[in-house]
């Protein structure tokens, strides 16, 4: 019988493709992706099923759309009753392991933005999922010492949690740095922080930690990582290990020489910043919020920043990408020297991406130019060739191309579809005409009637994205406007196109439909 293979899945929190050296980069130094890169399948058009981020991450556990298996935004858990991939590993006999963010409940303990308290009836269409949810909640474990991961967690037996991001990070990571180093633990967050004239810090968006490289949350990933890979070693078990960084998302604490390897006026700004024609609705919408000094700029949310904001922004989310490629390297040697690297696919990916300085936003929100919602996407198999592919893929493909080189069977309403006839060169691995994106939101944004609703279809020359409750979208000409600065929405000569897209879009949803479960009987 062959030896089955070892899965690492890397993913990281809120980094877009063009951020890494193998994508082009020329000014981030990850040196140990882009060597994974240069012995990996590397897909060039990899996009989330939403830039969500629980929906997303609860995407590439399922293999299905965010409308589909009940993430529509954050703030609805997945369902414990939902079938993970990772599910179907461990009864196939895998042994699996996470370490770091898992973001499939809530974690915060702020209350949902929608629908408000006053206008919630008092029964739903389907009632609250059965069980407790709180896995994740950063109240519970502030308060209860004795808080832990239920277990089995979405296929999961072993977890290793943090929770949230920048230095105050919580969940198994600060219980460990308060119990082992009380006096680092006690100078964590914005307030001890280090001096800085970033204005990014007046924010609250980034600040100079005070806690050393060895003692960051990217640090202690990296070394549960390997420590799960020992424990592994010594198992006659295949493995799957889910090494999750919650960098480089905002707000920004790249520990010690990362916090300065990067200089904010030495590092290129997106060729869109400087466009000065007209602007879609939304995005002049908040490049007005800006010039009237009304920018919200405290949330996750998107904003129209400043050029020196922009600037600060990159630098500062390099610093957190080069740390966080630092960890990778001595993980990737950790695999090395246990000898598990001959038997062991490696992949690479991240949750969704964000905006610094692109139509001159910052962070992430519902405006699907490429900047948020392709992300990289690496596949280091011992088994298959290097080489690089455009076909277009979705957040949906991970569970099934595991799957497959698990060879496990994939359940039953999976909607993912298996990279690996791309990967092992399949002369007629079959390609996707499009990709569909989905976006469900809980804020009133743009100045639009409600919450912002949204989906994308996206091929590979042209984009199309419709908003409820507005008659205008948008429309880009990928091919001759790459940096999608021109929306030909309105363009006369645009509209059989237009047509085309919307009714590709209309069958692309059709096709993702609910089919789970089946039918037990014809009537």
């Not at 407790?132 to 004795?146: K, L, V």
């Not at 922080?193 to 060895?214: C, M």
């Not at 707000?251 to 990362?258: A, D, L, N, S």
């Not at 007209?278 to 904003?303: I, N, S, Y």
């Amino acid at each position: 019988m062959t030896q089955r293979p070892n899965f690492l899945f890397i993913i990281t929190d809120q980094q877009r493709a063009d951020h890494l050296g193998a994508y082009g980069n020329r000014e981030v130094r990850t040196p140990h992706l882009d060597g994974l890169a240069a012995r990996a399948w590397v897909a060039d058009r990899y996009f989330v099923a939403t830039p969500i981020c629980m929906p997303n991450r609860a995407s590439l556990l399922t293999g299905r759309m965010p409308s589909v298996h009940g993430v529509r935004s954050n703030g609805i858990p997945l369902s414990r009753r939902a079938t993970t991939f990772v599910d179907v590993l461990r009864e196939a006999g895998y042994r699996t392991a996470l370490v770091g963010k898992s973001h499939l409940q809530n974690m915060t303990g702020k209350p949902a933005l929608w629908p408000a308290p006053h206008e919630r009836p008092a029964r739903q269409a389907w009632p609250p999922e059965p069980g407790t949810y709180d896995d994740e909640w950063a109240p519970r474990w502030r308060d209860d010492p004795a808080a832990e991961v239920r277990l089995p967690f979405y296929g999961f037996e072993a977890v290793d949690l943090v929770i949230d991001h920048g230095d105050t990070a919580g969940g198994h990571y600060r219980r460990w740095l308060e119990r082992e180093h009380p006096d680092v633990a006690a100078v964590t967050g914005p307030d001890p922080a280090l001096a800085s004239d970033y204005a990014l810090v007046q924010a609250r968006q980034a600040w100079r930690t005070r806690v050393p490289e060895a003692l960051s949350t990217t640090s202690w990933i990296a070394e549960r990582t390997m420590a799960r890979l020992r424990t592994a070693a010594g198992s006659a078990q295949p493995f799957f290990i889910q090494c999750s960084f919650p960098d480089p998302h905002h707000p920004f604490t790249p520990p010690g020489r990362f916090w300065d390897m990067y200089d904010p006026a030495s590092v290129a700004l997106p060729a869109s910043f400087h466009y000065r024609g007209e602007r879609p609705p939304h995005v002049a919408w908040l490049h007005a919020q800006r010039d009237a000094g009304k920018a919200v700029k405290h949330t996750p949310a998107v904003f129209a920043c400043t050029e020196r904001e922009a600037r600060e922004a990159i630098a500062l989310n390099y610093g957190s990408i080069s740390h966080i490629d630092d960890a990778i390297g001595r993980i990737l040697a950790s695999l090395q020297a246990l000898g598990l690297a001959e038997n062991t696919v490696v992949v690479f990916t991240s949750d969704h991406g964000d905006y610094f300085g692109e139509h001159q936003l910052l962070w992430k929100g519902p405006l699907h130019y490429d900047s948020v919602v392709r992300v990289p996407f690496l596949w280091a198999d011992p088994a298959a060739p290097a080489g690089r592919s455009d076909t277009l893929c979705s957040a949906l493909d991970l569970a099934p191309t595991i799957l497959q080189r698990a060879s496990v069977e994939p359940f039953f309403g999976i909607q993912g579809r298996s990279l690996l006839p791309h990967v092992r060169r399949d002369g007629d691995a079959p390609r996707r005409d499009a990709v569909l994106i989905e976006e469900e939101g809980q804020r009133v944004m743009f100045g639009l009637p409600g919450r912002v609703r949204m989906r994308t279809l996206r091929t590979a020359d042209w984009r199309l994205s419709l908003y409820d409750g507005v008659d205008w979208g948008e429309l880009y000409d990928l091919r001759a406007d790459p940096h999608e600065c021109v929306n030909r929405w309105d363009d006369p000569a645009c509209v059989p196109m237009r047509a085309e897209l919307a009714l590709r879009l209309a069958r692309e949803q059709l096709a993702l439909t609910e089919t789970s479960p089946y039918a037990s009987a014809l009537a």
